[in-house]
């Protein structure tokens, strides 16, 4: 009877393992601890042009584009297994813009990035395209957060489950210089030789930055004389403050002695130079102011020559004067 | 009995493994470069790699089977700058993994082992409204609107399979009717609608004729298939053959009975549009024409608005056909939208001496920093008029008063030159004439002299010398053709001389006398 039941157990035992072996070998039925030895989920690696990135963009320029390229494979328990036999079939990768700062707008291309499935890395090309409409504080920091989303691979089971994975690309914006100037009175006068023109000049700032303005006075003809402040510091109209200086033009005209008719062009150079770095300068603007200086130009020691004339003039007249009176005063006595 | 289990165990674990492993090796095409490097697995990996291959096979729980790869669309180019008003183009479609060419329609539609099974596969496009704009304002064209294709069942000559996976796309941005309303940058994305029409039919008979391994068109279909890079094409496999004549098909009918009769997206392109700024001003100038007079500077007001869609700054260029008027040009400046100000053209005439009304005109380019060439034009009228004379106006003043002056002393003189001319003659004729008249008596006995002038004086006082001046004629007579002055005039006269004479004798009386009492 024992001998009888050993053999029974050894058959439940055999016809157990047996089972168990088959199930184990024919995937047909679902076994999710079985199942997530070969899932597997992709793995990215994203590069992109640090260089182009470096470089500020500035408000309302042309679209930057920055090449990225995305490496990506599987990974898992076992992704060997699942890359041997699937590799042939391709994962497709969604790439999109998750996240952009404000003011900012950017796409990037193709939408759909495609992988055939390996465990080791394969590339893949996209572009970036951004731009910035909106005025901002000039080197402050933007962010462009990218996302690439998988489709899932599986009909059943999942052999490579979606997943997202996010990037950030990070850029600075760059320096807009933008100067604008008035005249508060005029920017031509006709002065005589001695006298001295005043210019006022208004310049305000509508950069995105602190600006230092250098001014410049160049082309002055020769006898002429023309003085301005070398350099003032701007704050910006842009963000809702006031900035504006004035400054003042002097320009003397030749003063040697004889008759003037001169004409002059003074013109006056404006280079905006941002604050924070100076490296980011603006193109020159140029501003011109005519001149003119007529009249008569004394030495400046003609009053001796005038005292000297007088003299000169009134003497005879004292002399003659003194005779007369002598001649009185001799007919006098003599009558 | 144990060591017959323990064998029958092992067997049964080991050798299917060795087998199917076996198996799954040769039915690898994958690309990967690991794949022919030998492996070193254990048991249980052998173990679940031939798990996993068995798992592999169609209808098993890790079978995966992508019928046609997909096709990337995107934008050419990836992003573009739009100007106000101006048609701007790019495409939409699909390129090879080079990006040297256009991917053919029918890749798309499933190429040639699948796409049979539609009458009709029509793309076409359709924009989605951006969130940040109304659709008012763009206008967005597609050319062609669509692009289709006919397939049939019996062989590859389709209708439109082999037109390039693109579409021409003109996009054009009108401004708001609200010009407070600006257009910013936008990215704007294209909706690819897909559309099929489905042939229950022709999946209800199987396999494509041409798919066919006895069909002679079979090579064909297979080299189709290779240049549109479907490495393995479908039905080049006799299990795939076998498999869709008898259960896929019937699988592939029940799958499209509730296929979607309306277009479907695709997919979906970006394209980041950036609106480039609307650079136009206005330039208001002195409609008239403005005076200036030779030498003189003036500075001439023009009044210029923004009417573009951002902050613009804008600078000045300015023309003068007269190479002897110097104009300035008015500095940079900047305004907000719909903003005006106020630019000053420095002008200094010409140094002629005389312009009557000579009109200059002055050109004026405006134009924006950031699109220079995108010039306004506007134009002043320069009237110049006057005199212009070296030197200042007192200097001037007291030069034209001495040359006046001088020019009045000479006239007199000249006159009072002339008019002496006459008299002097006369009065030498009549004196010497009078003198000669005079008797011998006369010059011998003084006194008796006085006596007669006095008697003389009584009689007729001596009237002025002016009046009779005055009395003569203005314009002198020649001597020769002198006429003789009437007869009362010339009485007068000589009795004048004679009485000259007279004072003249009692003068030198009165000196003798002088003398002698001295």
Redo the contacts between chains.
Sequence with gaps: MIKKFQKVK?III?LL??CS?LY???????SNP??Q??ECWPSYEFEYNQTLCDKPVIP?S??R?IPITVKAKISGP?P???????????L?VDI??AEISEGC??????????F?????YVIANA?L???I??YFDAFSLKKIKISLTNEK?????T?VKSLTRNFNISFSVGYEP??????PE?????INPGEIAIFPIDI?N?GNDVTTVNIEIIDIPNGWQANIIKNLTLSTNLFGKEAKENVMLNVKPPINFG?H?D?A?IKVKITPVSFTNKSFKG?P????????S???STPGFEMIFAVFAFIFILLPFCRRKNIKIQNKQFRGRNK | ??KL?VI??LI??IL?SLSLNAL?KE?????????DEPTNDGII?N??????????FPG???????LF??V????YP??I?LNYYNKTYFEIGGKNENGTEWEKLVKLAMGYSWGWMTRLTRFSFEVVPPENSSMDVWNIEFYPPSIEMQANRENMEWFGAETPLKTNVSIRLKSNIDPSIVT????LKINIMREEVIDLLRIAKGIPEYAKKTSEQYEEYIKKEHELGF??PYWSKPFNVVYGSTFLRAVLLIWNLNAPKEPWVD??????I??K?YHLAKIDSPISPVEIEP?????IPVTITNMGS??D?Y?FRLKCDDENI?V????????KPGEE??A?V???AS?RFYSADDLTPIYIEAYS??DPENIINQTIALKTSGIYT???TI?NSVIVVITIVVILFLFIYLSKKYKQKPRKIKEKKTATSYIKSIPSGIKKSSNKITESFKKYKKEKPIEPQKEEIIQEPQIPIPEEKMIPPPVETKIDADKYMKEQAIQRALNQQEKQRKKLKR
């Design positions: 050894i055999f393992i047996f072996s184990i070998l024919c995937p047909t039925g679902k079985l199942d030895i070969y309302y042309e679209p584009q076992n060997d297994i699942v890359a041997d036999k699937i590799g042939g079939v391709i497709i999109s813009i707008h950017a796409s990037i291309n193709p939408p759909t990035i495609l055939p499935v390996s465990d080791e572009t395209s951004f731009t409409d909106q691979l599986g009909s059943k089971t052999l933008r100067l604008s100037f008035s005249y005029n920017n031509v006068k006709s305000e509508w008759y008719e004409r062009v193109e603007q140029y501003l011109y102011f005519i001149v003119q007529e009249g008569f | 009995m144990k289990v029958i165990l049964i674990l299917p799954s039915e690898n095409n994958t690309v990967l470069s690991n794949s990996k173990l679940l790699r031939l798990r996993f291959n068995i798992g592999s098993c729980r890790y079978f995966v089977q992508q790869p997909p990337p669309i995107q934008a990836e992003a700058s910013q940058d936008v990215v490495t393995n997919s979906t392109v970006e394209i980041l950036k609106v700024k030498n003189q500077v003036k500075s951002h902050i700054t600078n110097i300035t040009p008015p500095p940079a400046l900047t305004l100000g106020q000053l420095g002008v200094a140094r920093v950031e070296a030197g200042s200097f």
